[in-house]
């Protein structure tokens, strides 16, 4: 017979691996791509039994509105989890796919809207010794340049958080709970719009928000994913 020492309904904890994520780099069209259009090459990292591929997208259309994507695919698979967020001329989107093998990878992107300016995709890499989970995931856009946007995601300890902003340039910093932000950048050289990438790991059990403040022209699009 085996007895343990939890008192009576107090059930043994099995504590579950910890997911890591890690900013890989960020490229992306410098000039009117074609529609589709191809980024080959994209490092994705170090293979591993568990990792998950994360990719985040900003681009601006040149007229219409940024409508999202037909097509998000990584060696020509589709994303396994897929949130777009867009407010007028300014998308951004991000993309998981479970894929243990490669280290480079292509990038396929069919976009609604044909009328693209600039793009750039932000790669990040999550990895655990068991099995990564998408946890939770939102997303949120305005115009409004009084208040900032936000979106929510819950996360618990042990697990990663990663956020996508892409706005004008002239935009402010913006923040995720206990994360950093990973790159700042013109999108491609497009110095009206700028895309950034944040991460971090999760210590606490919660609401992790992203929240981005727009500059008084244009609008701004956030896209947050929560693993565990």
């Not at 490092?43 to 601006?60: C, D, E, F, M, W």
């Not at 793009?119 to 009084?146: H, P």
């Not at 340039?169 to 700042?184: C, H, I, K, N």
Request: with cysteine.
């Amino acid at each position: 017979m085996r007895f343990n020492n939890f008192p009576p309904g107090v059930a043994a904890k099995i504590d579950e691996p910890v997911a890591a994520v890690t900013y890989i780099g960020h490229d992306g069209s410098t000039t009117s791509p074609g529609n589709p259009t191809n980024l080959n090459g994209f490092s994705i990292g170090p293979a591993a039994t568990n990792r998950q591929v994360v990719l985040l997208l900003h681009y601006k259309v040149t007229s219409g509105v940024a409508s999202g994507m037909l097509v998000f695919a990584l060696d020509g698979i589709s994303a396994d989890h897929y949130i777009h967020s867009a407010d007028g001329d300014r998308g951004c989107a991000i993309g998981v796919w479970d894929k243990p093998t490669g280290t480079t990878a292509s990038i396929y992107l069919y976009f609604v809207n044909s009328n693209v300016d600039h793009y750039e995709v932000g790669g990040y890499r999550v990895n655990k010794a068991g099995i990564v989970r998408v946890q939770d995931s939102a997303s949120n856009s305005t115009s409004d340049a009084s208040t900032p946007v936000t979106c929510d995601a819950y996360s618990l300890p042990g697990g990663a958080a990663v956020g996508a902003v892409t706005g004008v340039w002239s935009m402010s910093t913006p923040t995720l709970t206990d994360a950093a932000v990973d790159y700042a950048d013109n999108i491609s050289g497009d110095g009206d719009t700028q895309g950034f990438g944040l991460s971090g790991d999760t210590t606490t059990r919660g609401t992790k928000t992203l929240s981005a403040t727009r500059a008084s022209g244009g609008s701004a699009a956030v896209v947050l994913f929560t693993f565990r």
